[in-house]
């Protein structure tokens, strides 16, 4: 049995990168999983290689209409919701002097509003689970900061601010936040922000590479399961060194 047996998640931004390796670890681990996406086409044809246990929806993280829909499917498919990771993002480097406020905007809603609607439209399912977790996935720059990425930082900090606050508000009532904040990861993201730059990126890293998005997911694994049961309003930094010094 694995650690997550009998569990439901809802996984966001699920269609690649880091949000693949959770929902095939989650799946792994015996969650049933309902990964949500608007990368469609991707999202589909992944989910097609699992069983049951693995679904897919179309999915904005901007629209409260699409995230009342994906918990509807969810629940409406596995009974259930237990665990939230809220993981859709987008990359965010973007010079101050060509960031419109429409951008900032879009980044903002995207990473810091998303998970915000996404809590507020689950949570009847998750205080009902008495058993509950939220991962929110946030990023080093919600610890310090990198030039040309003010509305991605700003928004990332967001999301520590947010989890914290929440997590204050609900253990009482059986769910439990966290957030984890990942370095450089080998995603098609990462190569779409830095390009060319990648490798020199990853090898001035202390550990001397970029992460294996499957190295991050198996820290989000661990918090959305009962073997984190004490473990309350942390940010739990996975970076490979980044942010030591």
Known sequence: MGELAGKVALITGAARGLGWAMAEIFH?????????????????ALAG??????????HDVT????WAAAVEKTVGTYGKLDILVNNAGLHGVHPFEATTPE???HLLRVMTTGPFLG???????LLESGEAA??????????????????????KHG???????????????????NAVCPGGMETAMLHEAFGNQIETFGAQLPIGRLADPREVAEMVCFLASARASYVV????VVDGGLTVG
């Open 159 to 177: 999301v520590l601010g947010f989890s914290r606050s929440l997590a204050l508000e609900y253990i009482g009532r059986g769910i439990r936040v």
């Open 63 to 66: 629209s409260e209409a699409q």
């Open 28 to 44: 792994r681990e015996g969650a049933s999983v309902m990964a949500s996406d608007v990368l469609v086409d991707q999202g589909l």
């Open 233 to 236: 309003g942390a940010t739990i």
């Open 103 to 105: 951008l900032w905007d």
């Open 134 to 155: 939220i991962v929110n996935i946030a990023s080093t720059n919600a610890i310090g900061g990198m030039a040309q990425t003010s509305a991605y930082t700003a928004a």
């Open 49 to 58: 290689t699992y069983d049951e246990r693995m679904a897919f929806i179309e």
């Open 119 to 125: 809590v507020r439209v689950a949570l009847p399912y």
